[in-house]
């Protein structure tokens, strides 16, 4: 059975990684599974928030920040446990279009902070959760389409930072009293 799913993995990564690729994709992706444009954006946000925000935003930043943190460490562990090759290190014949990386590949890093980021945001904000849900799928599809994941390894860092963001919020709910002035 491993066997079995472990051949659809290499069947979707190579789908995603060769067979659709596109000029369009080939300059977008690259730049979608970039932290280089995200982080400065986000930290900016964050700035903004802290400073001219409500108790309510302040405290949705600083949900973000701690599942974020929890999200990406606890990656690191999973990584470790489970010392996945990256395809790029498995494979001669795929499109790299962004660096390999020398980490291990499950699960996704990029693929848990952004789904943890949108599900602490839909739980938040909603309307926003959803956008954010759509950026969360386009970096975790970015990651398979630049060569670096495979889609088994996206899936499993969806599912792992969407627990972790579902976790933090409802700790939070338990921590804070409903009636009190920083509860969302």
Known sequence: ML?????????????????????????????????????????????????????????????LIVAIIIADQSVTLWKDLFLRARPCHSFMDIRLLVPCGTGKSFPSGHAANNFVGAIVSALCYKRWGKILFVWAIAVSFSRVYCGVHYPLDILGGALWGTFVGWLVFRLYQKIVPKTSLIAL
């Open 3 to 63: 066997d079995g799913l472990q051949s659809l993995d290499i069947w979707l990564f190579r789908l995603g990684n060769i067979t659709l690729a596109n000029s369009f994709f080939d300059s977008v992706m690259p730049v979608i599974t970039s932290n280089t444009y995200v982080v400065p954006v986000l930290l900016a946000y964050i700035v903004g928030v802290i400073w001219r925000g409500t108790v309510r935003d302040q405290v949705f930043i600083l949900l």
